[in-house]
């Protein structure tokens, strides 16, 4: 890190810090504008509930399911929420296009075991625990998974296919390259993904141990769960077993509505020639919690960014930050918003 990542350092117009795109941004922009707003003593279109909670990262398990399994009765009458991710900018052939996340990829977190014959690391084994864990790892991280299109990205490329002379059904892959350092998330989004993330087995450099584990971090589309699953099942041998840590639904909502319209009004009073899109999540947020309860989703943070900034490569990595401009803008789209929602 250039600065303390926990020190929140204004430098160079940006502000620099863990938390500053992932999620930290948002929070600060409506918190500004909600206490604004409570002090000028102006009062809501609707009733509105906010809820912060502290362990999306973790699945939600003691914040946002929590919440919805035990106090059902706060979210009473709440029919659609904000949230993360959406509503940032991304620019294709000079044009820029904000992107409102109406849809978020599926969540299996593996754990992969292999049993075999443990012995003594001199002799020959033909049992090994590591060596089958190893060949079913690289098997899963090497899997090329078949594009799908979902209603949202079908959407998103279709207009991209027209701002760049490109076409769908020729190349998926080389239309999302027009997104430039977005490009890698959105790669994740016209399929399933499975990344091998840690490994675990032994205890002595001399001695074959009899199991071996690993993680593997699962995503899947909407409607392709089970084809997640099933590949999942041809990919592995027999002697190598996995079991589910964490699964949680794909989502997705139409990009239509009343408050889609807000959304897309605040942002064009801000930038009229850009394009608002919906666009799929690679990652999962609370609202897989919050829509058990019937409420429909957005991510919309909204952020007008730099044209050459890697913004989905800083969440989680080093030197995050975000722009102090863009945070001035997400303040002012969302006052605006608030007053249209």
């Excluded at 892959?173 to 490009?183: K, Q, S, T």
């Excluded at 592995?236 to 996995?242: A, C, F, G, I």
Aim: aromatic share 8%; net charge negative.
């Amino acid at each position: 890190w250039k600065v303390d990542p926990f020190a929140a350092e204004v430098m160079d117009g940006y502000v620099w810090g863990r938390g500053a795109v992932d999620m930290k941004d948002f929070d600060a922009a409506i918190l500004s504008v909600v206490r604004a707003r409570a002090k000028a003593e102006m009062l809501p279109q609707r009733p509105i509930t906010l809820a912060f909670t502290a362990d999306e990262e973790a699945g939600s398990l003691q914040g946002a399911h929590p919440l919805v399994d035990q106090k059902p009765d706060w979210f009473e009458g709440c029919t659609e929420a904000i949230g993360e991710v959406g509503g940032f900018s991304a620019t294709v052939n000079g044009k820029r296009l904000y992107l409102v996340e109406t849809a978020e990829k599926g969540i299996a977190w593996l754990r992969l075991r292999a049993h075999g014959t443990a012995g003594h690391g001199s002799m020959r084994n033909e049992d090994n625990a590591v060596t089958a864990l190893a060949e079913a790892v690289a098997a899963i991280g090497r899997h090329k998974w078949p594009t799908r299109l979902t209603p949202a990205m079908g959407q998103l490329l279709d207009e991209v296919a027209a701002l760049t002379g490109g076409s769908v059904d020729d190349d998926v892959d080389a239309l999302i390259e027009h997104f430039g350092p977005a490009a890698r998330m959105l790669a994740a989004v016209v399929r399933n993904t499975a990344n091998p993330t840690m490994l675990d087995s032994g205890y002595k450099h001399n001695v074959i141990p009899g199991e071996a584990t690993a993680a593997i971090d699962g995503r899947f589309l909407p409607g392709y769960e089970d084809e997640f699953f099933a590949t999942l099942r041809d990919l592995l041998p027999d002697n190598v077993s996995y079991e589910v840590l964490v699964r949680d639904k794909a989502l997705e909502t139409p990009f239509d509505g009343p408050l889609v319209e807000a959304m897309k009004a605040s942002l064009l009073a801000e930038d009229p020639d850009a394009t608002v899109l919906p666009f799929l999540m690679s990652g999962g947020t609370d609202a897989k919690a919050w829509s058990r309860l019937g409420i429909r989703c957005f991510g919309f943070s909204p952020l007008r960014l730099p044209a050459d900034l890697d913004f989905t490569g800083l969440f989680h990595g080093v030197d995050e930050r975000v722009p102090v401009n863009a945070l001035e803008f997400s303040a002012r789209v969302l006052d605006d918003f608030l007053d249209r929602a």
